[in-house]
């Protein structure tokens, strides 16, 4: 195993899902297995992945708070500069219009629905 100290909060984040799926799938062939040698070597093996999750989790957790610690906190009272917004490019009238004209299609029939069907039924079966 790498040295979990230089592990990233990605890699940890992998590792964690790696063992949550190993979890699950050793749930699953638990759950398919007859016998009680055959249990409790499925539930020997889901204790040993799940103490190790709870240590990645655990070493996560802590270095996500290393990291919260370490960042400076914003300024009170400075607000981020705003943001500029991008200069829109007007489309040309002359270009555009022509070819979107050309392309309109009729607007399609609603189908009805079995609902609508079935209430019509009804409603024909009462007169």
């Known amino acids: 195993m790498a040295n979990e100290s230089t592990l990233s909060r990605d890699e940890l984040d992998d590792r964690i899902a790696i063992l949550r799926d190993n979890i699950r799938q050793l749930t699953e062939q638990a759950a398919a297995f007859s016998g009680a040698a055959d249990e409790d070597r499925a539930a020997g093996r889901i204790a040993e992945q799940q103490a190790e999750l709870d240590r990645l989790i655990a070493l996560r957790d802590a270095l ?22 991008a200069a829109k490019k007007k489309p040309s009238a002359k270009k555009g219009a022509k070819k979107k004209a050309a ?17 019509k039924a009804k409603k024909k079966k009462k007169r």
């Open 64 to 85: 996500a708070a290393k990291h919260a610690a370490a960042s400076p906190p914003a300024a009170p009272g400075k607000k981020p500069a705003p943001k500029k917004a």
């Open 103 to 119: 392309k309109a299609k009729p607007a399609k029939k609603k189908k009805k629905t079995a609902k609508a069907v079935t209430k």
